[in-house]
């Protein structure tokens, strides 16, 4: 089945530019996450939807970085006035989690993320 | 602060096991250990989750110490396709944040 898409897979910004990334989770899935992974680097959490609902943001490095899910499918994650220290590659995934338990765990799967290049 | 901690290279001959170690000392009761790989210019691919238990699947096995400090992840027949960058992560129980490990890159060789 189709898995998450992302898209542009790449970006290329001059430094002050604004950027809009947008990603596609699979369908039915009720949560959805944004990633920041540095060259070299893991995965970084900045922020997760539950349907349209944010819920956490505490990972989003400046108030530069907004994230939305306003149907509570696709999500668009955008950066004001692009800085060379947000040249990364933004991965977006989902999962099912219907409701928040403190027990258990729902597999997050992952799109091939966003390579954003800030000049 | 949470530490998860791999070796940063590994190589293993095609058709071997592949013994792949985390270190997660300060893992807390309800944090489930999750395994990923990640092909250059890819999204990280999910391979197994476990909390206490040995857990096997289709790709892997996930092997966790009783005190629960550290895990393995075994590929029980290497293959060239393997080569990538893996990683151990961890996620509390009804939580929503991945942490990722520091990731090994692993090599299989003819």
């Known amino acids: 089945g189709a898995g998450v898409s992302q898209s542009p897979r790449y970006k290329v910004a001059k430094r002050g530019q604004d950027v809009a990334l947008r990603c596609d989770p699979i369908?039915?899935?009720?949560?959805l996450f944004w990633y920041q992974q540095a060259l070299g680097q893991g995965p970084e959490f900045l922020t997760y939807?539950?349907?349209?609902?944010?819920?956490?943001k505490s990972g989003l490095p400046s108030d530069r970085f907004f994230a939305e899910r306003p149907e509570g499918s696709v999500s668009t994650l955008k950066i004001q006035r692009t800085q060379q220290e947000d040249s990364a590659v933004y991965l977006c995934?989902?999962?099912?989690?219907?409701?928040?338990?403190?027990?258990?765990?729902?597999?997050?799967?992952f799109g091939p993320g966003t390579r954003l290049t800030v000049l | 602060d949470a530490k998860t901690t791999q070796p940063p290279s590994m190589d293993c001959a095609e058709g071997r096991a592949a013994n792949l170690p985390c270190n997660h000392s300060?893992?807390?009761?309800?944090?489930?250990v999750y395994w990923y790989r990640q092909i250059h210019s890819q999204g990280p691919q999910y391979i197994i989750h476990?909390?206490?238990n040995n857990e096997t699947n289709e790709m892997a096995s996930l092997i966790i110490t009783e005190d629960r400090k550290s895990s393995t992840l075994i590929l029980p027949h290497a293959t060239l396709r393997d080569t990538a960058v893996y990683y151990c992560?961890?996620?509390?129980?009804?939580?929503?944040?991945?942490?990722f490990g520091t990731g090994t890159q692993l090599k299989v060789e003819l």
């Open positions: 300060t893992i807390s009761g309800n944090e489930y």
């Open positions: 992560s961890r996620i509390t129980g009804g939580g929503n944040k991945l942490t």
């Open positions: 369908s039915g899935h009720v949560s």
């Open positions: 476990g909390l206490k």
């Open positions: 939807f539950q349907n349209e609902a944010q819920l956490d």
């Open positions: 995934a989902s999962s099912l989690r219907r409701h928040l338990r403190t027990e258990g765990t729902d597999t997050q799967y």
